[in-house]
C-alpha cells in the first residue's frame, strides 16, 4: 500500500509559478511511474505529466507542454510539478498518482493523493 500527499497549491495570478511536491508514504513508490492529473470545476480528471522510476522518461499533455515540468527526488521519496506562466484555465484540483506502466489512462493508476487545490487569477 502506498499512501501519496500533495502540496503546495495556492492562488497565484496569472504568469505566475507553482510548485506541486507529492509525497509518498514508503520505498514502494520507486518501483512506480507517477503522474500529475487535474480535474476543473465540472470536467473529468484529466492527465497532466507522468515521470518513470527513473526519471529518464516524462511526458506532459499538450496544454502543458513548455510550461509544466515533473521531476522526482527518490532518496525524499517526493514527486514534482513545477508550474510556470500559469493560466486561469488551469485552475484545478491536482492529484498525482502511482501506476505501474506508463499511461495517461485514470483507470490505470493504483494510488491516488487527496489533491492540492490551484487556482489561478486573471
Known amino acids: 500500500q502506498v499512501q501519496l500527499a500533495e502540496s503546495g497549491g495556492g492562488l497565484v495570478q496569472a504568469g505566475g509559478s507553482l510548485r506541486l511536491s507529492c509525497a509518498a508514504s514508503n520505498g514502494t513508490f520507486l518501483n512506480s511511474f507517477t503522474g500529475w492529473f487535474r480535474q476543473a470545476p465540472g470536467r473529468e480528471r484529466e492527465f497532466a505529466a507522468i515521470i518513470s522510476r527513473s526519471g529518464t522518461f516524462t511526458n506532459y499533455a499538450r496544454s502543458v507542454r513548455g510550461r509544466f515540468t515533473i521531476s522526482r527526488d527518490n532518496a525524499k521519496n517526493t514527486v514534482y510539478l513545477q508550474m510556470n506562466t500559469l493560466k486561469p484555465e488551469d485552475t484545478a484540483v491536482y492529484y498525482c498518482?502511482?501506476?505501474?506502466?506508463?499511461?495517461?489512462?485514470?483507470?490505470?493508476?493504483?494510488?491516488w493523493g487527496q489533491g492540492t487545490q490551484v487556482t489561478v487569477s486573471s
Open positions: 498518482a502511482a501506476g505501474r506502466t506508463p499511461t495517461a489512462r485514470v483507470q490505470d493508476y493504483l494510488y
